[in-house]
């Protein structure tokens, strides 16, 4: 394999969920430097119309489309548009999600609901429905984007809900894993740490955001480049032995066995 062209995504199209967001840019404007063709999906028109200009401008052939996965029909229709617009999907790349900060004990069935529906029930069908397209093609590589916190419980602000289905999503990751692998797709995950995003800054003020680099040996808060670094080789050939495993970006606030 040549290292050099193991990153070149010509011909390939990727469809990435919650393409607007902090870490969603970063990954899409890096697949697109790769060469790959985008699908873009987010829950604002305006948003990813702007985004998939702005890669248009460059030379890259994107589309985006307006949906919201907890809305199963919505996730459907995400994948059909993608299919129709470049006949296959040879990346997917889960970023989609949303973050609440509250104790337990103030989560509402509600909030569980949503959060739940968005980053693990409505990640699972849309995925299972680009999986068809892939199987048959016997070909494809999958990164669904987790949490570091997942594992331990998390670091205290963040709700029950966000690290339930963060969790669930990496047990996903391995199933489809194991069960993909003899039919030449790949699934792995991404687990970020604290990664400097407008969802991270919103909710603190800079000196509370100042005290995470405590927990960070290497210092400085994560940025939406060094994740759409990791989702570029974990969905790419130089991956192509790397299968149903998390790879952590963060920092080395975690450290992994």
Known sequence: MNPRSAFDFAGKTA??????????????????????D????ST???KGDALAEELGGNGTRAIAVEADLADLAAGERV??????????IDFLVNNAGILNLYPSTAMRVED???????????????????VRDMVERRSGSIVNVGS???????AGPEGVDYNVS?????CFTRTLARELAPQGVRVNSISPGIIDTPMVRRPFDDAEVDSFLDAIPLGRLGTPDDIAAAVCFALSDAASYI?????????GARMVD
């Not at 570091?148 to 998390?154: D, F, Q, R, W």
């Not at 299968?243 to 920092?251: D, I, P, R, S």
């Open 44 to 46: 604002t028109a305006t």
């Open 112 to 130: 569980w609901d949503r959060t739940l529906d968005v980053n693990l029930r409505g990640t699972v069908f849309l995925t299972l429905r680009v």
């Open 79 to 88: 994948v059909e548009a993608a299919l129709g617009a470049f006949g296959q």
């Open 15 to 36: 469809l990435v969920t919650g393409a607007t967001g902090g870490m969603g840019i970063g990954i899409a404007r890096s697949l697109a430097a790769c060469g790959a």
């Open 38 to 41: 985008l699908v873009l999906q």
């Open 243 to 251: 299968t149903g495993q998390a790879l952590h970006v963060n920092g």
């Open 166 to 170: 963060k969790a669930g999503l990496q």
């Open 148 to 154: 570091s916190l997942s594992a331990s419980g998390g």
